[in-house]
């Protein structure tokens, strides 16, 4: 209940934060896009994360309001920084469960777009592979509303939700996100370096690019570039900053 009523009160007072995280190309280390993710940030409290009050707020309906508003902060966001060149490439905002399920989703975020004034292909909607996999047959008829307004679709937390191979190919998405799981012991797992090589390799086939994430050492970066990873997110190179720290850290030279 102590964090149901937070974020009542943090819905009613507009103490939602967008962070954002830096996303790298893998060659070069080079910024090359962005992920929202959202924080509880009530004034004379601790920061709360999403892990602590994402699942609440699905259970309360709750996140229907807190996607909205990181949907429109974000595209709020995005527009100003493209507009002064400041920020390029693509932002990511992640789907919960109840959101990606709502009748009227495509048309709500259209909408949002449109009166945030941001064209649709440089939002990215990243939703989790073990939602996506509870009906996906259904998920394949959302998936493909969202695609056809030029939106760009990530399978999030990729390897824990048990896809197979046959849906993976009907999926409309462009992009993969490896699990941090994966990642984490790269280096000395051999096992989970061939786990990762296969899922690339898989990626490729089908035509997807691949996000690493969790990322924290310069020697995972190193084997994932070996396997051929584009992307990575992580640590290493980027917290999830707020707006401002986030254009001071992607105008900073490496
Ligand atoms: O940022 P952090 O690592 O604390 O996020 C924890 C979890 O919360 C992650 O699974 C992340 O995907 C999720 N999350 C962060 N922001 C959002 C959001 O805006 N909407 C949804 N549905 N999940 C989010
Ligand atoms: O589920 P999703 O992949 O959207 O969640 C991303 C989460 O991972 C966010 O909560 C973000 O803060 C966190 N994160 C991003 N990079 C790292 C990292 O390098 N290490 C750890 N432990 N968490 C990370
Ligand atoms: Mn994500
Ligand atoms: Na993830």
New binding site residues.
């Given amino acids: 209940l102590h964090v149901e009523s937070q974020l009542r009160h943090a819905l009613k007072h507009n103490y939602l934060q967008v962070h954002y995280q830096a996303k790298v190309s893998l060659k070069d280390h080079r910024y090359v896009g962005l992920?929202a993710l959202v924080r509880l940030d009530i004034p004379g409290a601790e920061v709360i994360s999403p892990a602590e009050f994402i699942p609440l707020a699905e259970e309360t309906g709750l996140i229907i309001d807190v996607g909205e508003r990181v949907l429109r902060q974000t595209c709020r966001d995005m527009r100003n920084w493209i507009a002064a060149d400041q920020v390029t490439g693509r932002v990511a905002v992640?789907l919960s469960a109840r959101q990606f399920l709502q009748p009227d989703l495509t048309q709500r975020i259209k909408t949002i777009l449109a009166e945030e004034g941001l064209p649709p292909h440089y939002l990215e909607l990243?939703i989790t592979e073990g939602v996506v996999m509870e009906n996906p047959e259904r998920a394949i008829q959302i998936m493909s509303e969202l695609h056809q307004t030029g939106i760009h679709l990530a399978l999030?937390d990729f390897g824990t939700g048990y896809s197979s191979l046959a849906y993976l190919k009907r999926f409309p998405i462009q992009t993969l996100?490896i699990d941090k799981a994966f990642i984490d012991d790269i280096h000395s797992a051999e096992r989970d370096r061939n786990m990762v090589a296969s899922i690339v390799g898989m990626a490729h086939n089908l035509g997807l690019s691949v996000v690493a994430e969790g990322v924290v050492d310069y020697q995972q970066a190193q084997i994932l570039a070996g396997l051929n990873c584009e992307y990575a997110q992580g640590y290493l190179y980027a917290q999830p900053l707020s707006g401002e720290k986030f254009l001071e850290h992607i105008s900073t030279p490496l």
């Fill in positions: 992920e992640n990243e999030d996100k």
